[in-house]
């Protein structure tokens, strides 16, 4: 049973960074594809940007050109860099990954973009 940790969360303002990490129990190189979703108080979970192990990336619209994922399968670590926040980015940051027909999630880490 995979698990997945995120760190890097934080309060930042509007025009900030941040970069979120996830690190995996085990050799991500099983995951097919690994993915960050985000959830903010009152909202359904929505996808922010996937990338497979070939390391094709998708990203939402809301996201383009702001947030990069990448991943390292070394360190068995998926990022996320976080550029240009605007407060409609505050939410919990949840990692995804998928091997097969199981999909493992990470506990969230929390992201809150305000003056």
């Known amino acids: 049973q995979a698990q997945l940790v995120e760190s890097g969360g934080g309060l930042v303002q509007p025009g900030g960074s941040l970069r979120l990490s996830c690190a995996a129990s085990?050799?991500?190189?099983?995951?097919?594809?690994m993915g960050w979703y985000r959830q903010a108080p009152g909202k359904q979970r929505e996808l922010v940007a996937t990338?497979?192990?070939?390391?094709?990336?998708n990203y939402a619209d809301s996201v383009k050109g702001r947030f990069t994922i990448s991943r390292d399968n070394a360190k068995n670590t998926m990022y996320l860099q976080l550029n240009s926040l605007k407060p409609e980015d505050t939410a919990v940051y949840y990692c995804?990954?998928?091997?097969?027909?199981?999909?493992?999630w990470g506990q969230g880490t929390q992201v809150t973009v305000s003056s």
């Open positions: 995804n990954a998928a091997a097969g027909l199981q999909r493992f």
């Open positions: 085990g050799s991500i190189f099983s995951f097919s594809t």
């Open positions: 990338i497979t192990r070939g390391g094709t990336t």
